[in-house]
Every structure is written in C-alpha cells, then in structure tokens.
RNA sequence: GCGGGGGUUACCGAGAGGCCAAAGGUGGCAGACUCAAGAUCUGCUCCCGAAGGGGUUCGCAGGUUCGAAUCCUGCCCCCCGCACCA
C-alpha cells in the first residue's frame, strides 16, 4: 500500500464527489459532437460477479476515453427483469425449497451481512422474495450500488426496469410495427412443459437445468401395422429415419405397459400402440389424442409372436416383434424398430437372442416362413472403413460388447457409428428412389417422404430424463398457436446486411459472422404463456419474452427520465410514432392527447429533440455469446422499425472472464461477486486488471498471483505520483508545470530529453490505441512501459531529478490514464490543484479534462537513439565483465569508436544486398594496401546486428558527455579513444558499436 | 461435421519474413537494503564460453527463401460456438 494513499478512501470519496455534482448526467449540448454508448442491462436475479464486471468496466473505459475525447457521452444503464427466472425464484422461494432459500440468503448476506441484526434481515428480505416484484427491485438497487462501487460514469437519471409502464407501453410500441410489417406470425412450437404444473417450463424450472441443460429432440415416429386384422399400428419412434430400409423386427419392452391411443391424423382416425408412458406425452403434442379405456392396456409379452408388416417398399414384407430389455418405455413411443445391420443395440440384442434360442422356440419364425433361418441384418447404407460387412457388427466387435447390458459401450458405439454413417454413409440400392445419396443429405427428405405418406410422423422427446425443481416429469408439449417474429422476408433480411455493411465492429471479425447469422435466422418465438413482461397485444394469455422485448430499448434511454414526468396513457403509438420516427406534427398531437392527459406540445417537441440528438447507438459493447441472440435481434430490429440514419453504428465485444483457468459459475463454487471487488483487490485495481490482462478477442483469466503482482505495479505508480508530490520536489524548482517544461530547454540534460521523448510518445501512441478499442495495448503503456522508461531515467539520473521529471508529465499522464483508474487519479488532480492553486486553477474533474495534446517537439528519435546507442554499449560491457569474469571491480574501462572511414562505408553499404557490400566498400575507400582491413570489417558489419541499422551519431562526443554516467556505473575510470590499446582492440570497432578493453582489477 | 481461435523458452503471455534466444509478467536463483521477514531495487534464469561470441530452440514433418517462430503444404493435439446426437 503506497504511503499516503487510501485506496478505499479514495474510491468513496471520487464516488461520492460523481454522484453529488451530477457530471455524468448527460444533457444534449449545442455543438459538441455525442456519443451514446449502451452495455447490456443486467438481469436482476441476483448478484453479479466479476465476470460480468469486465464487460461493463470496459464499457466504462471507452465512456470516459469518449468524454476525454471530447465528446459529449452518453452512458445509461436499466435493468432486467422480464422473463421467467425471476418468477421462478419467487415460487421456489414460496414454496420454501430448501436450496432456493440457502442460496438466496448466502446472496442477500453479501450486501446485508455484517453486524449482528443482519441474520433476522436477511431472512426477512429471503421472505419478501416470494413477490417476483421484490426480488428484482432488491438486486436492481444492488446492482446499482456496485456499478456505483466500480465507478462507473453512468448516468442515472435514465434508469428504469423491464416490467415497468414506460417500457411495457415502449415495447408494445416496438411489437405494433413489426406487427404492421407483418412478420408476427402464428405456428406449432414444441416446448419443455411440465405435467404436474400444467405449464411451460424454462431452464430455470428444471432440476439441474443450468448445468445439464434439457433440449428438444424430434423423432420420427413409423406406423407399423399389426397383422392380426386389427387395423392397429405399432408405432415406433427412431432418430434414424433414413434406416426405416433395413428393419428386421419391432423391439418392446416386455415388462412394459402399452396401450391403445386414438389419435386423428390427416385421413381421419386411426388406433396406435404405444408405451403408456408415450400415450401421455402424445396428448401433450397432437389434438385429438385418446387414450381407449379399459382392456386396452397391455405388457409388452402380449405382442411378442406378432408380426407386422413394415410400411416401405409395397408395405408387404412382415417382420416379428421381439423383446428386449434395452428398449426403455418411458423414451419415444416404448418401441423401437430393429437395425441390426447399422444400430449396435439391435445387432447386440438379435445377438442375445439367437443366444438363448428364444427365437427358434417362439415359433414366430416358422410363423412367417422362414423356417429353421434366423434373422439376418439387412445392410443398407455403404460406409467407407467398416469393409469387413455390417457396421453394427463390427463396432461391437472393436468395442468388445458381449451383451446389451453394457450400456455405456453400446452408447458410445452408437454415438461412433451415428457419426460416421451420417457423414460419410452412402443408402444402397435397398432404398429405392433414396439409394446413392449422403445421409447428411437424405435423412430430412426420407422423414418428409414418410409423412407425406402418412407412414411417419414428428414425436418429439426430452433430451435427458428430466423433473421441475417440484419434482414434476419434463416432457414436450407442442403449442398449437405459438407467436413468432419471422425474420425471414427478404426485404428485411437485405435491410439487416445492409446495417451491417455500415458498421463497424471491433474485433473485426465478427461482421461476417453477423452476416451469417442474418442468413440464418428463421422463425424465433416471441411470446409466453407466463414470466414477467409486457402483455402481448395481439392475443390475451401472452407475454412478451424477454429477448424480443429488448431489442431496440436503448432508444428508450435518450427520453426515459423525461417519460417519467408524463401520463402513462399519453405514450401511445402515435406518440412514439412522432418521437421516435418523426411521424405527426406535435401540436396536433397535443390535441389529440391533451385532452385527455394535458401533455403539452412543447414537451413533445423537447422528448423528440432529445431522442433525435442522442441517436443512433454509436456504440453497443458486450460479449460474443449475445451475437446469435440478442445482438442480431438489436440490428434486425432496428433494420425493420427506424430509418436508415438511426441505425447502431459499432458493436465491440469483448471475450469472458474465467478465474485460474476455469469458467466462473455457481456449481463451480468460485464466484466473487462485484460487490467484494473494492474490498478484496480494490475498484482502481480491477480496473486496470480487465483492462491490461488480455486483449478485447481473448479471455482474462482472473489470477490471484498475477492480480497481486498487478497491484505491485500499480502501487509502484501510485508512489511515483505521491513521490512527485513531495513538498522538496515542488518547491526545488517549484515545478509547475509551465516551469519545469520550461526548466528551460538548455537546462535539460540528454538523459531528461529522452525520457520526455519517451513519454510523449508513449502518449502518442496510447492515444492512437485507446481509440482503436485496443484498451490493452493502451494500458500496458502507460503503466508498464512508462514505469520501465522511468525506472531507466532514474538510474540515470537520480532520484530526486526523477520526481521533478515525472512531477513535469504527471498531468497529462493522468489525464490518460483516468479511463482505466479513474479514482486514483481524480485523487491526484486534486493534490496537484491544491498544490498549484495559486499559480493555476484546474477543473475539479480530471473525468472532464480533454487529451492533453502531444509536445511533438519533446519526440526525438536522435535523443532515444543515442540513448540506446549508450544502452547496447552498457549491456556489452557488463557482458564482458560477466564472461571474463572480471570482479570485483574493473581498473579501468577502454572505449575505442569506430574510425571515420568506417563510417563512411557504413553509410555507402548501409541499402546495399549483402553481395555487392564488399564490392562497394573497397571502392569507397578506395586506398592501396588497405582492402583487408576494408573486407574485415564489412564482414564485421554484416555479422553485427546493433550495427545494421544506419544511424548518424558523433559517438565519441556522446561518450564524452555520458563519462560521468559510465563511471557510476562500472565504478571505474572510463578512456575514450585514449591511445593505450594492449590487445588491439580497436580495430574491432565498428559505427555505433565501440570496441572495449577492460583492463581488470 | 461446419465455423472460429489456438499449440512460443518452468508458467501466463506478446511477437506474424531479417533489428528474435524471442517483450512483459509470474515463478526460481544470486546480490543490495533489513535485527529478521515482507516490500522494493539490481543481476541471472535454453546450452557452451576467461571479451561483447558460438550452438540448439517457437506442436510434428516437409517446402518456399540468401534468411522462417513468422509464408506455403500435410499431419497431430487443444479450446469455443453451431449443427448433429444421446
């Protein structure tokens, strides 16, 4: 901890002195040029971590380098809460489940804990969340407080929430043009649903939901019809649709229950068997399904013997139904048809059987004339790699599978064989119109082909077992009269590239890929049956769902804080209409609803001004994962409601953070929430920390060693700014800032050139960076680089001329810096204002202050060029003492500088091929008896890599000026081209690469 | 399988034809300071070297080039999306 500084007392203060004088509430201001940068609301389920504190700190650090800028920025922030996590939370909680309840008391206990009282509150507030209400209101003003904490520049005054009236009315605004447009569409849509509950379910509803997340899987489901004059249909349920070629036989469960469903189909009605269990979930997917009553329902023996006719090719081939206990009732229909050929299961289960001699003893064979012959696999798909003959076969044979009680075998074989057939298998000549076509390929058109026959049709199955956190069963329900937004017209399609064309995104990449994801995007549900949100306006019973209701919100943010002073009923289309897309003329308006609510002209007016001024999204900021949802909805949304001159104008992403190496997440147990940053690290620490630790395309791995190591460093700089502070420093020179640049230019020695030279390079180029998004880059500049400048000027120089250097740039450089670590240097512009008072007054905000300009003067390739001249020759000597191991201490210390001849060829040979040096040479000097020396020593050169690049410097003078220096630093007298030369050193001396003989001790 | 990103000297991580034995950090070693520890500073940290040098390195194997960590070809491996599955 640097001596005179609290980091904490800082932070609170530089907050506190933010929030008190209103700096970053942004007001449109007559001729400054805006900017208006979003980061996604955070939603309001609980805390937020460290992980989500990049993407918004960075957010941050482009707001305050905008505002340095000069710009006049706009930087917002909302919350969260639409959808069906938080409702969720509240029932869990009403209904007291234990795991609920601990992990939402372990979150309020980081704001609430502490003090002795704290236990009774925490429980009360736990006991307030069974309103979703109360939960989203407690972490929203949480989550500000640590956005407050992280010393965020936002403005505040434009806040609101998801379920809030303004934005319910903006977003029902938002859905009536799309609606106009008509792309809001009605269809089935299968949905995780839960029995028990009656009612969808989301992630958040499920049982480990977050970790082992529950998809859809469509099956295909293929009527196979009994041939006992029954007219019913064994209906199986397969994945393989495209295999429906090579069936040999039915699989059931013979401890099963199944049962006779009546089910509509398009031809009428027709009567299915299937597992009980399927006759349920049926009922959930198709209308008019029923199940027949009572003598219908039977184990799985009854069927064992049957034979049924397999609807393909003529539909006269009839195949046996066998048991089998792989077969599982309560997946697809608890009937499963026989692959042997392709399907490891049903090759390992034909296996057991032939095995046991069930088949022969059950008779079904003889029954369907085959006598004596046992069922052999029919192959039909060719696959390179599996030669031998059945592909099934063959993997189980690899795998060594003896049996079908070896499920976690048979799995992977299937999983194996699944992959290779579906991209490099070929149908054969059994599949009829199929055969000689990829199942890549194929496999959709067989699906279509057996629905259009009315041989198949869709069955759609969980991709795991799943429950609610109730306990109730998981199962796919379809939903008859699903809402949607399509998206794809073409016209909107080609208005989404054409947004994207005019962008720009950082890192670059990412453009194409959202011109990709333009193309992709289909249909996308756009409303619930339940969760929080706004009610969707063209049906009752609907709620708008929570990523289609944010989509184009941050036009909400220019006019939020004056919306809060009108009528709710005043913001009606025509309303926004006139706002929003300048549609309308505001006095009529006014009339029209002033009747009513009193909302006068002017105040219309003065809301569009402001909209109009603040827009477009000049920058949205946030992570890759929003890129296929969120992020392509924002563009789309916009390409379809505003016009082309409210269109956002960049997206930056920044990659995620992960903490020692792994993903940060609850069951991982190694969450830090936001709010113990300033407490455990410190805000001005993290900052840096996000900013310095990767660039913008990698992850930032949050490691403890290298955060301490970080803060090392930055209480390095911390002192280095305290140093220069120091009453001595200033009042030796009384080292304004206008003195010391003016410590008058023949005041200052070679070695405080360079190092203004430098700085204000490093501040050149820092600038250039932090404009570019490359915040790293920036960063590490003016923290590590400018930190080694110093460290090298100090050695050259001394302490105390450091502090009056460093006290002559501290200004500006805090300037810069303050994007990254605002506190610390708020903190220090002050001390200097206090300082300087009497000779010059700051602004109070180094958050206000404009880039300094760059002294261009100050940058002098000559100075840095001889300072590294004077460098190289250090690190040899030390080299040489090194190696010849002379110690303690040399006696004396030769240089010799390369001679003016040398120099000359030097400068003829300096473009030249290597080839035509020598050549060259020995014609420049030209002189009889000389070429020798000429030819050694342009090999010389060539070999010496400090010597390639060309660069006019007296040395000889440098070294004299720098003898003082050198001898500090070796600790000895230093000769300068003296004649005393024993080993004959100097000859090897070549331009800007002095010979060296070190006389030892 | 498709798309994206990678594999660099103990670790993290820059570098994208010559100025590269390769920034910076971490860790390690030695020294300075200190009663001591910590912090800080200095030096070293691929191998050899009693003179600033030489040798071998950047996933593997080839190739282009006067010259390759950097460009090309093939291969192996890892990560992330998506798809496909279960």
């Known amino acids: 901890m640097p001596k005179n500084t609290n980091f904490k007392q800082v932070e609170a203060k530089w907050q506190r002195r933010w929030e008190e004088s209103g700096i970053f509430d942004a007001e449109p201001r007559g001729g400054a040029k805006k900017f208006f940068l979003t980061v996604p609301y955070p939603y309001t389920s609980g805390p937020l971590h460290i992980g989500h504190g990049r993407t918004n700190t960075v957010g941050d650090i482009i707001a305050r380098f905008k505002r340095l800028q000069g710009y006049n920025v706009l930087f917002p922030m909302a919350f969260h809460v639409t959808g069906t996590p938080i409702l969720a939370i509240a029932d869990s909680i009403s209904k007291s489940e234990g795991e609920v309840v601990k992990l939402y008391k372990e979150y309020v206990s980081i704001y609430e804990g502490g003090d002795a009282a704290s236990a009774a509150r925490v429980e009360e507030t736990v006991r307030s969340f069974t309103d979703a209400a109360r939960v989203a209101e407690f972490f929203a003003a949480r989550i500000s407080e640590d956005f407050k904490r992280m010393g965020y520049s936002i403005d505040w005054r434009r806040k609101f929430n998801t379920t809030e009236p303004i934005y319910n009315k903006f977003v029902e605004w938002q859905f009536k043009k799309l609606y106009d447009k008509g792309v809001i569409k009605k269809g089935k849509y299968p949905i995780t649903f839960s029995a028990a509950d009656n009612s969808p379910v989301g992630e958040d509803d499920i049982e480990e939901g977050d970790t082992n997340k529950v998809s859809i899987v469509e099956q295909t489901t293929v009527k196979f019809e009994v041939s006992d004059g029954s007219g019913s249909y064994l209906v ?231 429950v609610t956190r109730g306990g109730g069963k998981v199962v796919v329900a379809v939903l008859q009269d699903q809402w949607f937004i399509d998206y794809t017209p073409s016209w909107w399609k080609e208005r989404g590239h054409k947004l994207v064309d005019g ?204 955060v301490d190591a970080l803060g090392r460093r930055f209480n390095a700089v911390v002192e280095l700014f305290e140093d220069s502070l120091t009453a001595e420093c200033a009042t030796v020179e009384r080292a304004t800032v206008e003195r010391a640049k003016g410590l008058r230019e023949d005041e200052l020695t070679h070695a405080d050139r360079w190092l203004l030279s430098r700085f204000y390079r490093t501040l050149k180029e820092t600038v250039e960076r932090f ?106 000597i030390k080299e040489i003492l090194r190696v010849a191991r002379i110690s303690p201490k040399p006696r004396k210390i030769y240089i010799y500088t390369a001679e003016q001849w040398k120099w000359e060829i030097f400068k003829a040979v300096k473009d030249l091929p290597e080839r035509e040096k020598i050549r060259k040479a020995v014609r420049v000097r030209g002189r009889k008896g000389e070429e020798k020396s000429t030819v050694d020593f342009v090999k010389q050169l060539v070999k010496s890599k400090s010597g390639l690049e060309y660069f006019e410097l007296v040395e000889a003078e440098v070294l004299e000026r720098e003898k003082e220096y050198l001898k500090g630093e070796f600790g000895c007298e230093i000769g300068v081209n003296e004649e005393h030369d024993p080993l004959g050193k100097r000859r090897f001396a070549i331009p800007l690469k002095p010979a060296i003989f070190v006389e030892g001790g």
């Open 771 to 876: 404009a570019a998004f490359r915040i790293r880059d920036a960063g590490i500049n003016l923290v590590f680089n400018l930190m080694n400048d110093i460290r090298h000027y100090e050695q050259r120089a001394s302490v105390e001329r450091r502090k009056r250097l460093v006290r002559c740039v501290l200004e500006e450089w805090l300037v810069v810096l303050s994007p990254i670590v605002p506190h610390i240097c708020e903190e220090f512009w002050e001390r200097l204002r206090l300082q300087l008072q009497r000779q010059r007054s700051h602004d109070s905000f180094v958050s206000l202050q404009r880039l300094p300009e760059v002294k261009e003067r100050f940058i002098d390739d000559r100075v840095e060029r001889e300072e590294e001249f004077l460098a190289a020759l250090v690190a040899d």
């Open 503 to 706: 962008m720009t995104f950082y890192p670059a990449k990412y453009k194409a890929y959202m011109h990709e994801i333009i193309d992709w995007l289909t249909l996308r549900p756009c409303a619930r049956k339940r969760g929080l949100g706004t009610r969707f306006p063209f049906e009752q019973g609907w709620v708008i769902e929570s990523l289609s209701d944010s989509t184009i919100y941050m036009a909400l943010y220019t006019v939020a804080h004056l919306l809060r002073g009108l009528p709710v009923e005043s913001l009606t289309e025509d309303f926004f209409d006139f706002v929003f897309l300048g549609i309308g003329d505001a006095e009529a308006l006014a009339k029209a609803a002033g009747v009513e609510t009193g909302v006068e002209a002017s105040v219309l007016k003065r809301v569009q001004e402001e909209f109009k001024y603040w827009y477009p999204n000049d920058l949205r900021h946030t992570a890759p994962p929003h890129l296929s949802n969120h992020l392509v909805f924002f563009l789309m949304h916009h390409a379809a409601i505003f016009p082309e001159r409210c269109w956002p104008r960049a997206i930056t992403l920044n990659e995620l953070m992960i903490r020692e190496g792994r993903k940060i997440s609850k069951s991982k147990g190694n969450v830090i929430p936001l709010a113990k940053v300033s407490e455990l690290y410190g805000v001005d620490l993290f900052r840096l920390y996000c900013a310095i630790n990767a660039d913008f395309a990698s992850v930032v791995n949050w490691r403890e060693q290298d």
């Open 236 to 466: 199986a349920a397969t994945l393989r649709p495209e295999t429906i070629f090579g069936v040999t036989n039915l699989w059931v469960n013979p401890t099963a229950k199944y049962v006779k469903v009546k089910v509509r189909v398009r031809a009428g009605e027709e009567i299915w068997w299937v597992s009980k269990e399927a006759a349920e979930k049926l009922s959930y997917q198709r209308e008019g399904v029923a199940v027949l009553e009572g003598e219908t329902e039977e184990e799985g023996g009854f069927f064992l013997g049957k034979v049924v006719k397999v609807p393909v090719a003529g539909g006269g081939r009839e195949v046996p139904v066998l048991p089998a206990s792989f077969v599982d009732a309560d997946v697809g229909t608890g009937v499963v048809y026989s692959v042997p050929a392709h399907a490891p299961y049903d090759y390992i289960a034909l296996e057991d059987l032939k095995r046991s001699g069930v088949l022969k003893r059950s008779g079904v064979l003889k029954r369907l004339g085959v006598l004596d012959a046992e069922i052999e696999p029919i192959k039909i798909i060719e696959i390179e790699g599996y030669e031998t003959g059945l592909p099934a076969k063959e993997i189980c044979e690899r795998l060594e599978i003896k049996s079908q009680a070896d499920e976690e075998r048979l799995e992977e074989a299937t999983q194996t064989i699944y992959k290779d057939e579906f991209y490099r298998g070929v149908l054969n000549e059994k599949c009829g119109e199929f055969a000689g076509v990829k199942i890549a390929e194929i496999k959709d058109e067989v699906k279509e082909w057996l629905k259009r026959e009315n041989k198949g049709d869709v069955f759609y199955e969980t991709s795991r077992k799943a």
